[in-house]
């Protein structure tokens, strides 16, 4: 079963809106690799930064290609 930790704001209601804002894919990534995503400091980020971060994050420590950047979610 996947978890998700509780964060303020964040409320995944479907595939599309609920993932623009990035916190979601930033507490997909924590849930996988918590010692990789610092939930709070994410939290305080704008929106571009949380994407980017997200993105990047992926992309050297899990090997997901970035598919999308910022731009195409803004």
């Known amino acids: 079963m996947f978890f998700v930790r509780q964060i303020d704001g ?3 209601r479907d595939f599309a809106s609920s993932w623009r804002d990035g916190l979601a894919f930033n507490a ?3 849930s996988i690799r918590p010692d990789i995503v610092d939930l709070r400091r994410v ?3 704008d929106v571009r930064e949380r994407l980017e ?3 990047t994050i992926a992309e ?3 090997g997901i290609p970035r598919l999308i950047d910022a731009e195409g979610l803004l």
Do not use: D, G, K
């Open 43 to 45: 939290t305080r980020m």
């Open 53 to 55: 971060h997200a993105f």
């Open 10 to 12: 964040l409320n995944v």
């Open 28 to 30: 997909l990534i924590h």
């Open 60 to 62: 050297q420590y899990l």
